[in-house]
Structure formats: structure tokens, C-alpha cells
């Protein structure tokens, strides 16, 4: 399964800019924060820091980016931290599965986030999610994994991207009806695929 998604940048809701002079003053000597919904060492945490490497040359007064990883609740724990304790100055930004906006709509019981009150900046990647299982399967195509008593797939949280992926596979394949979630973190997701004896995993990191 193939799917483009864009990964977004958000900050907090306030951000200091006028001018750009106005804007050097302002973060010049400055920390500025980069959270990631995620733990070390997955696909959202490598995005975060080769992006934190760069970024500082790109913000006037040059301030110095720090990661700060924040997992939980498929990201959602970063976003409520940017919504309701983090520094509304333009010195927060969050990076979390873009799902979650979605989630918001969709059951703003369970993720009673107002992202109208985000800075969107722009768009960092469009990946394309795919789903692998272990070679010592032997399966190579959709009718193989089909004849497959059970897979695990791996994903990270209940309404995360890989979450929806999944409940969109086994719809758009009427026969695959064998498809049991198993809920790890992003970095955890491919390494552990040997591990089981039917595992594929799916993930689309995104920015935000």
C-alpha cells in the first residue's frame, strides 16, 4: 500500500515577528526547542535533529536548537504540552503525527486539541508509507500474506498514522482479514519484525 503524506510544521500559538531586526533581538542568545511526539531513534526523532542541525541559520539572531523527545499517547502528550504549558513566544516548536488533527474532529473527546490555534511554517517531506514482512516468511505479494494464519503489524498508537494505515488495509483487500495491531514505538516498530512470526510494519513519519 502506497500512500503520499505530507509532513507540516506547527509552533505555538504566539510568535514573535515583525521585523526582521525586531526578530534577531528577539531570539539572539535564545533557546529554542524542538519536541518530538516520539522516542530517540525513530524515523520522527532523526527527522527532528538533522532538521535542528540546520535550523538556527535560517532564524534571525541564529539561536540554539535543542531536541527535547516527549513519546506518549501517539504523540498527542507532545501536543498538549505545546498547547497548554509551553512558552507561547515562538520558542516551542512540536513535531507530532499529523493524524492527530484529524483525531480532533473526528473524537475531540480524546484529543481535545484546537489546531486553528497552531502556526502552520510549511511542509518538510512527502513520504510514501509501505508494509514489509521478515524474509523467512516468503512473502513477496499481497495473495502471500493473504494464506498467512495471522499478522502483526506494527504500529505506534491507537489513532496514529500507521493506525489508520491498517484499518485501511485489510478494507481495501477483501480476503485480508487476518491483520492483529501490535502498538510499539516508531523506532521499535522495524527492528522487532524478526521477532515475530508474522510481522509487517507500516509508518509515515511526519513533521509538525
Known amino acids: 500500500m502506497k500512500r503520499a503524506l505530507i509532513a507540516a510544521c506547527a509552533v505555538a500559538l504566539t510568535l514573535a515577528s515583525s521585523t526582521s531586526a525586531g526578530a534577531e533581538d528577539f531570539y539572539k542568545g535564545?533557546?529554542?526547542?524542538?519536541v518530538v511526539g516520539y522516542a530517540s531513534g525513530g524515523s520522527y526523532d532523526i527527522n527532528a535533529r538533522l532538521i535542528a542541525r540546520h535550523l538556527s541559520r535560517f532564524i534571525p539572531g541564529n539561536p540554539t536548537v535543542v531536541v527535547s523527545n516527549m513519546p506518549?499517547?501517539?504523540?498527542l502528550r507532545s501536543v498538549q504540552y505545546v498547547q497548554k504549558i509551553a512558552p507561547k513566544d515562538g520558542t516551542v516548536l512540536d513535531m507530532f503525527d499529523f493524524t492527530q488533527i484529524t483525531n480532533s474532529l473526528?473524537?475531540?473527546?480524546?484529543?481535545?486539541?484546537?489546531?486553528?490555534k497552531f502556526k502552520w511554517i510549511g511542509s518538510v517531506?512527502?513520504?510514501?508509507?509501505?508494509?514489509?514482512?521478515?524474509?523467512?516468511?516468503?512473502?513477496?505479494?499481497?495473495?502471500?500474506?493473504?494464506?498467512?494464519?495471522?499478522?502483526?503489524?506494527?504500529?505506534t498508537n491507537p489513532g496514529s498514522s500507521s493506525d489508520i494505515e491498517q484499518k485501511i488495509t485489510p478494507a481495501s483487500a477483501s480476503s485480508l482479514r487476518n491483520v492483529v495491531?501490535?502498538?510499539?514505538?516508531?523506532?521499535?516498530?522495524s527492528t522487532a519484525t524478526p521477532a515475530?512470526?508474522?510481522?509487517s510494519c507500516s509508518g509515515?513519519?511526519?513533521l509538525s
Not at 72 to 75: I, Y
Not at 126 to 143: E, G, I, M, P, R
Not at 181 to 189: C, D, G, H, M, R
Open 204 to 206: 509515515t513519519p511526519s
Open 196 to 199: 515475530r512470526r508474522a510481522r
Open 72 to 75: 506518549g499517547a501517539g504523540s
Open 30 to 34: 535564545k533557546t529554542l526547542t524542538l
Open 125 to 155: 517531506a512527502q513520504d510514501v508509507a509501505v508494509c514489509y514482512a521478515w524474509h523467512t516468511l516468503n512473502v513477496k505479494t499481497l495473495s502471500d500474506m493473504q494464506r498467512l494464519p495471522v499478522i502483526q503489524m506494527g504500529r
Open 106 to 116: 473526528l473524537t475531540p473527546d480524546k484529543v481535545p486539541v484546537d489546531f486553528r
Open 181 to 189: 495491531p501490535t502498538e510499539t514505538e516508531s523506532n521499535t516498530a
